[in-house]
């Protein structure tokens, strides 16, 4: 079929070639091959699919498949496993589940890629559903069985294994919580402690379930909610969580919230001593207005903090009212401190900031000093300014305002924030005004008027280009982003200009107010721009962003396109003489860089703050009733004077009483002791903390430690703990806000607390943070001095700020270390910035720079502050560098603050600066120079060398690597790639050499070589993607393949994949673009360097020789082209689109030299001739000449989706656009000439005028056949509509095409012209036709309708006076040429049934009715036929079409009755039927029912009843003895194809039943007398031949029986009749031989006793016994339901169970058995008696199989006692009597065998020495001397003899001897054979090597004479030979010792 596919689409283009597609003829023959070819694609296709739907389904695994057998069997496998039963046991059940989980995973693999390959396939449906039936079955059967073993796994899962996070399971945690919970707390009023360690106890229980149920639901939960398995688990769990709830939630969250307020600091809370200490000391300060104090900051922060930890700990209880309670009075406070902090203390703040003056501050003296000083400067004359001294203040003042406003950015609508700031941007405003407002306007003016954006300026520019927009109409046709603007732009260049120029100047000028105006005018013209034209205004702004990454990886990565526009665009042709420019390539430019500083960072110290000066009147308050109180608090107002005079700031000293004075320790003393406790509190450790040196006054001896007493602490109080709490020293220290807050055991007094001395100074530094702050100022210090080191070696004018940043000193991370640590660690940050910045290992900031200008350069142009800080979250491996603006930035990790983590600074600072390319250009400048020199001194070439490192240095592929990598690839490309391009072994200088027919083109063609990467290593060459590319077959290339050195193809041995080449002819340059990857060295051969120039330059080379020529015949054409057309007609082939790329270079030359040939031989001369067609009409040429310029062909190349050639009319050139497989394999596919007819804007007129042609035709023919002269009207309106041409050209070329030929064809031919061959017809035409109007409208409009209902999809047609009026649209224009307008016609004169009728009548008199009459015998017979009663009715004329009414009134008069008598007579053969008819029927009567109510068959079967309803139905009238046959209307065109006539006409005479019999009598007679008399009668000649009967008469008038329909009847009794009986009575089944019930002769005496004649009957009602006897006559019975079906059965085993005839027939098969053994047995047991046990085992034999059975078995001693030799084990007792005289002795002294057949098939037993060499089946015993029984297994099926083991019993030492030398026979056999297969193995080796010698020896010769040839004359390299491998010289073990293993 394939071949004669492609002969008929060969033929068919050649036809067409020559012919065209216009003529009528022509049409014809094309839509017959067109209708083929459909055909054979629709019918190959479904082939194809269903092969390989089948192929999917049959493999195995073996063959790719997951399925081990394929489909059909892992379906039938896993349903069969699923069906049946689940093993019991846990162990088994899991691996049950195991391998169905196992089937199902293979099965989900297999269906996701069936359907994913044969989804939409119907013939895949079927697989896809019993796949997921499985599934479904799978889910069904195996999720109930897995869920509960899940669910028992889960919860008996433990902690232990990390499968739980319950220790013990489930159960064990429920059980133990349920006995807790019901216990109960202890509620021991000694120890309250305990309630609440038992409450902690069950929460931590409750919290753990919660976990585990939570983990449980989840998995144990579907779409639907939680498995039902999973439920009484959830309920338990649940039921112990509301016992939980009852028992303890409600007890314990009053204890949780208690705690939560009582907690301290020291217990993990925020609050140092608790909620409503911290309340009622904010209130405090509330109270006393003391809200300004950092203190009160401090509490109110740490209160915030609280309340969100204690909502995030009670979220679940929020709504409790405990809870509620809570929050609420700590918001009150909240809410009041907030209200005190905005009234109180950010006034003073403000005021504060304004009037700092600390010499850290950015303004010196203050702001208003600053301000006034600005200000009067800027009063003075321009001339007399100091510009630069006022530049710095202005920057002094702009940087305290940005401060100003960071520390203020929540208050900036306040008043005094707002004041502040106005102030100050008065007077930045003055100066803008004054100094850098000057600067500002003559940039801007600059910037408006600046052309290197927008050529003529900002002005021109936006006027033209808002003049433009605004006069170009909205619903203008034209391309929006083609429109002009001045010479030189358009629309969508313009707009992306002033997107370009907006953004820059944007970028500059933002901030200044006089630039506003004018952003907002350029951006509002934008905006017009993008609301009418928004495709034109995206594709402007989408170019600008990707500008600065884009990448290009295209197939030609050159700058091709636009050169050869500008050069082509100045060429200038004169007289089809192609001239071309010599292009002389300049070196790529250099671009100067900025070296501009960045700006100076100054240096900015936070001045710390003193704490605010408490209120000490709340801490003088003592406990009157103590006597030495008040002398206490005396010498605590003394202190404190001395305190606030040694810290110059009043600190309040106080004593906390309430800490001990109430406690039972205080009261236990006596008045004596509790005086000297309190003296010693005032005198004694009050000085000691505060004004000893070991206290504040001591903390306080340096500048740090006074600023951090001064700026953190305002009191200091001391309290003593009553218990004694405090572990050694015995006191602690703790800093709440500003409140010093020293606590010491109450016994310490007894020693004067000295013993706090020796730590007190330590421990209060350590409180205070002061070791810290004075590591801090240090780190201030050391980075002055390295400031100092970076500024020498970098030389700039701002010097570059070093800072370090200590935020990581808050990270948790940090604090939990050691603060000795902490020192240490904020320590080394200077250890790390010097490594860092100046003393690294070479490759430090500072030693970098020295010795690299490109880095100096960069750090000298960005850098203005360098910051060292750690990373506290160790996010660094190990540390990281960046640069943030113009901050480079170093962050170590935390932990790797001791190690020497930073190294590979060189890497490192290429990546942060991005320099790596910057330092390969460098270096690259001198050593191309070098390269160049070498060239043009080698070979004279003066070429310009050059790298392209634009092309993948900002590639993602190349910024992912390392910077290491990085600047290895680049150095690769300047000393490797370039190298090996230019001076390799077959580089261009090789070559150069090599090829003298090429340096004449490569002094002209290569002035400049450019080298490049591929970022995204897309290249790749080779035969093999050549020829995927090319979408082309492999036969051919892989012939050339098969010889590719003789044939000269490049190869994916010749060619490297690592890059390839690219000519660019205009601009005389070679761009040589490799893949990045190919940078590494992968292989001994070094595939890193781009070797092997020839094979990709060469080919390159001589593609250009041969388009030289090619050019000449185009040129020549061109010529041709021009004199056919009359004016001048360029053709311009595009050689650049294909030519260039290495699936044309990659080709054969002789493929190449074709390909560019057949553009011209074929493709050229295609368009030559073509046009010429075109021409050839007056219209075409007229079009052609003014409206084409040039003709353009061009090649599409893969993987280009374009399967065809694409032609387009665009700036009056004709461009041809062939895809490249075109080229490579040509077929017959082209372009016609009606493409470029409707791209000329001619089609409608040139076929409009050929249809008016092909009109007139039509008519003559129809005048000619009517006989008059009628007039023809066609309406081409249409064909100016603008709804008609806005369609596809072929659809308006096709529809011209079919109303001018085909429904013009329509009316006039196939209606006007077959009307008037009937003379009715012609008559009509002639009286009432004078015109024929034909009209096609584009429009769906009610007037191009039809009017009939049945034709709303066919044309409309009206008689319109003298004048038939045809209409069509484009919904029926279709409908509208295959109508068929006759009968149409014929409708609207009402011709239809007159000249249908008068058709049908003639054929119906002439031949069928005489024929029923000689055929019947009945000649007397008459046949009305009756159409008067419908065909004036609506139902007939306007519900069924013209042809309809046609059919109808046809198949009434001549088919039905045709069809109804060529049926009917096939039954007069029959006399009875003759008889019959002619008794019974002298008038058919054929009428029509036009209401279709009439049922053909009425019945009390419903079902027969519906199914045949529609049918005529056939009612004899006895009396008037007439067939009246009425056929519904709608039923009347099916008539004729009905079938059952004939049983229906049968039916209705009552002879269905005989005439069935009759015709099947023959085959019922021969079942009887052939089959069952035979039986019966043979070996038995007295028996009886029974006669058989089917008593038809006693059911074939029952109504159920009658029910059915005579189709059904007729096979019922044609069944009954034959089949019936064959079943029954004969076969194996029946009576027959072999098997039958006549087997035996015995058995056919006993049944004629019984049985003498046979009758079958069917009982329509009930279910009666099979087989019965009624006296001697056996009576089969089937129901009608088994007739219906023929379900049948044989009779044997029934009338077997009937007569009780098992015993008798089991009898006689023994009695044959015996036969048989003793006969075939003779020869050894004639002198025995043989005997076999039957009577064990054949009763209890199935009644099928007992007499097979037996049979079989009897067959078993004669296998056994009569065999001939076959092996060692296996001989009869003959052949051992021959052979043993001993064995004979013994043998003839027997007088009885027996045979013992052992049912259960459990004999068994082993004699001899050997494994397998004797029988093992038998068991022999003698349990008389005389006497021999065997014993044998009853499924034993091909036996061995039994001689041997016969042998062992008689005779065992010959037995013995015996298999002793046949296994040392066999042993030695086996050993002979493998010593000849090792000596075999030996000797193959041998031959082999010899042989693999031999080749490559002749492979070396080869490549010797190959290389001299190379040298002499050139050409392709060759490369050495491989050496073949040599088979090793195989050795072996010792012989296996063959006898033991036998």
């Not at 940005?402 to 924030?417: A, G």
Request: with cysteine; charged share 25%.
């Amino acid at each position: 079929r394939s071949q004669e596919y492609k002969k008929l689409v060969e033929w068919l283009s050649q036809f067409s070639s020559q012919f065209g597609e216009e003529e009528e003829a022509v049409q014809d023959t094309l839509a017959k091959c067109h209708q083929c070819t459909t055909k054979y694609k629709n019918i190959v296709a479904g082939l194809q699919e269903e092969l390989e739907i089948q192929d999917a389904c049959n493999a195995r695994k073996a063959d790719g498949s997951v399925l081990e057998y394929g489909l059909e069997y892992h379906l039938t496998r896993m349903n069969s496993k699923l069906n049946e039963p689940a093993p019991s046991g846990v162990e088994a059940s899991n691996e049950w589940l195991k391998a169905r989980e196992e089937e199902k995973r293979q099965l989900v693999e297999w269906l996701s890629v069936f359907t994913t390959r044969f989804g939409d396939s119907e013939k895949a449906r079927p697989i896809i559903k019993n796949c997921e039936d499985a599934l479904k079955l799978y889910t069904a059967k195996v999720n109930p069985l897995k869920l509960p073993l899940e669910i028992e796994k889960f919860k008996e899962g433990r902690k232990r294994g990390e499968e739980s996070v319950l220790e013990y399971g489930l159960d064990f945690h429920l059980n133990k919580m349920s006995t807790a919970l019901e216990a109960g707390p202890p509620n021991d009023p000694r120890f309250p402690d305990r309630n609440v360690a038992w409450m902690d106890k069950c929460f931590q229980d409750r919290k753990v379930l919660v976990e585990w149920l939570e983990e449980f639901k989840c998995r144990f939960s579907g779409p639907e909610g939680i498995y039902e398995q999973a439920l009484p688990t959830v309920a338990a769990c649940e039921a112990i969580l509301s016992k939980y709830a009852s028992k303890v939630g409600a007890q314990k969250l009053p204890v949780d919230i208690e705690r939560a307020r009582n907690a301290r600091k020291a217990e993990g809370s925020v609050l140092e001593y608790g909620l409503d200490y911290q309340v009622k000391k904010l209130r405090s300060a509330l109270a006393n207005e003391d809200v300004a104090s950092d203190s009160f900051k401090k509490d109110f922060k740490e209160l915030i903090e609280w309340l969100e930890e204690f909502n995030s700990q009670f979220l679940e209880f929020s709504q409790e009212k405990p809870v509620k309670d809570t929050v609420t009075e700590v918001e009150s406070v909240i809410n009041e401190c907030k209200k005190a902090l905005a009234a109180k203390v950010l006034p003073l703040a403000v005021k504060k900031q304004v009037e700092s003056r600390s010499p850290e501050s950015n303004l010196e003296f203050g702001l208003d000093y600053h301000l006034k000083a600005l200000a009067r400067q800027l009063e003075g004359s321009r001339a007399s300014m100091d510009v630069k001294r006022i530049s710095a203040d202005h920057r002094q003042i702009v940087q305290w305002l940005c401060q100003f406003k960071t520390d203020f950015s929540d208050h900036l609508d306040n008043k005094e924030v707002a004041d502040v700031c106005t102030r100050v941007e008065t007077v930045l405003g003055n100066y803008h005004k004054i100094i850098g407002g000057a600067r500002l306007q003559e940039k801007l003016k600059e910037a408006i008027e600046d052309k290197t954006i927008l050529p003529y300026g900002l002005t021109w520019s936006l006027g033209q280009y808002t003049k433009c927009l605004s006069s170009l109409p909205p619903s203008s046709s034209s391309t929006p982003g083609t429109l002009q603007i001045g010479s030189s732009s358009t629309l969508s260049e313009m707009t992306f200009k002033l997107v370009e120029w907006v953004e820059s100047f944007k970028a500059n000028f933002e901030f200044v107010p006089e630039a506003q105006e004018t952003i907002k005018t350029v951006e509002a013209a934008v905006q017009q721009c993008k609301k009418r034209f928004p495709v034109v205004h995206k594709s402007a702004t989408d170019s600008i962003k990707p500008a600065q990454g884009k990448s290009e990886t295209s197939e030609e990565a050159t700058p091709r396109s636009q050169q050869q526009k500008d050069t082509k665009a100045k060429a200038k042709t004169s007289g089809f003489q192609l001239q071309e420019k010599e292009f002389i390539p300049k070196k790529e430019e250099e671009t100067r860089e900025d070296n501009s500083e960045p700006p100076l960072v100054e240096i900015v110290v936070e001045n710390p703050t003193q704490s605010e000066v408490l209120d000490p009147s709340e801490d003088r308050k003592y406990p009157e009733d103590l006597e030495f109180a008040k002398a206490v608090m005396q010498e605590l107002e003394k202190k404190e004077k001395n305190l606030g005079q040694t810290l110059g700031k009043a600190v309040v000293l106080a004593i906390d009483w309430d800490s001990f004075v109430s406690s039972s320790a205080f009261k236990g003393l006596s008045e004596e002791e509790q005086k000297k406790l309190g003296m010693s509190l005032a005198y004694s450790l009050l000085s000691k903390v505060a004004l000893s040196d070991d206290g504040v006054s001591g903390a306080c001896s340096d500048k740090i430690g006074k600023l951090v007493v001064l700026e953190k602490v305002s009191r200091i109080c001391i309290g003593l703990n009553s218990k004694n709490e405090i572990a050694a020293p015995g006191y602690e220290i703790k800093l709440k806000g500003v409140s010093l807050e020293v606590v010491v055991n109450l016994n310490a007094y007894s020693s004067s607390f000295s013993s706090i001395t020796s730590t007190l100074k330590k421990t209060l530094e350590t409180v205070l943070d002061i070791p810290m702050r004075r590591a801090l100022d240090s780190l201030q210090i050391q980075a002055k001095a390295i400031m100092g080191a970076v500024q020498n070696v970098m030389e700039r004018k701002n010097r570059i700020c070093v800072r370090f940043d200590t935020e990581f000193i808050k990270h948790r991370n940090f604090l939990k270390e050691k603060p000795e640590t902490q020192i240490e660690i904020v320590k080394s940050l200077v250890v790390h910035a010097k490594r860092f910045l100046i003393n690294g290992d070479g490759d430090s900031l500072c030693e970098l720079c020295s010795t690299g200008v490109v880095l100096k350069r960069k750090v000298f142009r960005t850098v203005s502050s360098v910051s060292i800080g750690f990373s506290a979250e160790n996010a660094y491996k190990p540390y990281g560098v960046g640069l943030n603006g113009n901050e480079l930035v170093l962050i170590v990790n935390l932990e790797n603050w001791q190690a020497k983590v930073i190294s590979y600074l060189t890497f490192t600072f290429d990546q942060v600066f991005d320099i790596v390319t910057a330092k390969a250009k460098e270096i690259a400048k001198p050593k191309l120079r070098g390269y160049e020199s070498m060239v043009e001194r080698k070979i004279g070439l003066k070429t310009i060398a050059e790298i392209d490192w634009s092309k993948w240095v900002t590639h993602r592929n190349f910024m992912q690597q390392h910077v290491s990598v990085q600047n290895q690839i680049n150095e690769h490309i300047l000393n490797g790639n370039m190298n090996s391009i230019l001076n390799g072994p077959e580089g261009l200088c090789e070559i150069f050499t090599a090829k003298p027919k090429l340096q004449a083109i490569m002094k002209q063609k290569l002035r400049k070589i450019v080298l490049a990467y591929d970022a995204d290593d897309s290249i790749s060459d080779g035969v093999r993607q050549v020829i995927s590319l090319a979408g082309v077959k492999t036969e051919p290339l892989g012939k050339w393949a098969n010889n590719h050195q003789e044939m000269g193809l490049a190869t994916e041995i010749d060619t490297p994949k690592k890059y390839k080449i690219v000519l660019d002819y205009y601009h005389c340059t070679l761009y040589v673009i490799g893949t990045m990857s190919s940078w590494k060295t992968n292989d001994i051969f070094d595939t890193s360097l781009w070797n092997r120039l020839d094979t990709k330059l060469v080919p390159v080379l001589e593609a250009a020789r041969i388009r030289d020529e090619v050019s000449k015949n185009i040129l020549a054409a061109s010529n041709t082209l021009s004199e056919i057309v009359g004016k001048e007609l360029p053709i311009r082939v595009d050689f650049e689109s294909f030519i260039d790329g290495w699936t044309f270079l990659g080709s054969h030359a002789q493929v190449k030299e074709s390909i560019l040939k057949r553009l011209h031989s074929t493709h050229v001369v295609h368009l030559v001739n073509t046009i010429k067609k075109v021409c050839l009409h007056e219209f075409g040429l007229k079009a052609v000449q003014e409206q084409v310029k040039k003709c353009k062909i061009t090649v599409v190349m893969p993987p280009n989706p374009q399967k065809g050639i694409t032609v387009e009319l665009k700036d009056n050139v004709w461009t041809v656009a062939i895809p490249y497989r075109l080229l490579v394999q040509p077929d017959k596919t082209q372009w016609h000439a009606w493409q470029l007819r409707w791209a000329l804007g001619i089609s409608v007129a040139v076929y409009k005028d050929l249809g008016i042609k092909l009109m007139k035709g039509f008519l003559q023919d129809a005048r000619k056949a009517a006989g008059c002269d009628l007039k023809l009207k066609f309406d081409w309106e249409f064909s100016e509509r603008k709804e008609f041409l806005s369609q596809d050209p072929q659809k308006v070329v096709r529809t011209i095409k079919k109303t001018t030929r085909l429904f013009s064809k329509g009316v006039l031919h196939k209606g006007i012209t077959q009307i008037c061959a009937h003379p009715i017809g012609k008559e009509c035409v002639q009286k009432n036709i004078k015109t024929i109007s034909l009209k096609f409208d584009c429009l769906v409009t009610d007037a191009t309708l039809a009017k009939s209902k049945h034709s709303k999809h066919d044309s409309r047609i009206e008689i319109q006076g003298d004048t038939l009026y045809v209409c069509c649209n484009p919904n029926t224009l279709d409908e509208a040429c295959k109508s068929r307008y006759k009968e149409r016609i014929e409708f609207e004169y009402d011709l239809v049934v007159v000249i249908a009728r008068s058709n049908a009548l003639k054929i119906f008199k002439e031949s069928l009715l005489p024929s029923l009459q000689e055929k019947s015998v009945h000649k007397n017979l008459e046949w009305n036929i009756t159409h008067e009663n419908f065909t004036h009715l609506p139902c007939f004329r306007e519900d069924l079409t013209p042809y309809k009414q046609a059919d109808v009134i046809t198949s009434l008069y001549s088919l039905t009755a045709k069809t109804f008598i060529e049926q009917v007579v096939t039954t007069f053969p029959h006399q009875l039927a003759r008889e019959t008819f002619k008794a019974k029927v002298k008038t058919i009567n054929l009428s029509i029912d036009p209401t279709d109510k009439t049922n053909g068959f009425p019945s009390i079967n419903e079902r027969q009843e519906s199914a045949h309803k529609h049918e005529p139905s056939f009612i004899l009238d006895a009396e008037k003895q007439t067939l009246n046959i009425v056929m519904n209307l709608s039923f009347a065109t099916e008539a004729p194809d009905l079938t059952n006539w004939r049983v229906r006409f049968l039916d209705v005479l009552d002879i269905l039943v005989e005439i069935a019999c009759a015709e099947t009598d023959a085959q019922h007679q021969a079942i009887i007398t052939k089959k069952l008399h035979v039986a019966l009668t043979h070996n038995y000649p007295e028996g009886k031949k029974w006669p058989v009967v089917v008593d038809w008469k006693s059911f074939t008038k029952m109504p159920n029986f009658v029910g059915y329909h005579p189709e059904v009847l007729w096979t019922m009794v044609q069944s009954g009749n034959v089949k019936m009986l064959e079943v029954t009575l004969t076969g194996n089944d029946g009576f027959c031989l072999p098997k039958g019930l006549c087997e035996f002769v015995n058995v056919i005496k006993k049944l004629n006793e019984h049985v003498d004649s046979i009758r079958f009957t069917v009982d329509t009602e009930g279910t009666p016994s099979f087989v019965s006897l009624s006296g001697k006559t056996l009576v089969v019975t089937y129901t009608l339901d088994q007739l219906l079906r023929e379900e049948y059965i044989g009779c044997h085993y029934p009338v077997e169970d009937l007569l009780s005839l098992r015993q008798l027939k089991q009898e006689c098969c023994i009695l044959r058995a015996m036969e048989l053994i003793v006969q075939q047995t003779k020869a050894v047991t004639s002198h025995l008696t043989v005997e076999v046990n039957w009577e064990d085992w054949a009763d209890n034999l199935s009644q099928r199989d007992f007499i097979n059975e037996i049979d079989r078995v009897s067959l078993l001693p004669i296998l056994m006692l009569i065999k001939k030799y076959e092996d060692f084990g296996s001989n009869g007792v003959d052949y051992m009597v021959d052979k043993s005289a001993e064995v004979r002795q013994k043998w003839m002294a027997l007088k009885k065998l027996r045979f013992e057949i052992d049912a259960s098939n459990q004999t068994v037993t082993h004699i001899g020495r050997s494994k397998h060499l004797n029988p093992k089946t038998y068991v022999l015993s003698t349990p008389e001397p005389t006497t021999l029984v065997i014993r044998f297994n009853q499924s034993v099926i091909k036996p061995w003899g039994v001689g041997r083991v016969v042998q062992f019993l008689f005779s065992p030492s010959e037995a013995m001897f015996d298999e002793e030398r046949e296994i040392r026979s066999r042993a030695e056999a086996m050993t002979q054979r493998e010593y000849q297969r090792r000596e075999n193995e030996k000797a193959r080796a041998i031959s082999n090597n010899a042989d693999t010698e031999r080749r490559n020896k002749e492979d070396e010769m080869r490549y010797q004479s190959d290389l001299a040839t190379y040298m002499r004359s050139g050409g392709s390299k060759p490369y050495p030979p491989s050496l073949r491998r040599m088979d090793p010289i195989p050795t072996f073990g010792p012989m296996p010792d063959y006898a033991s293993m036998i």
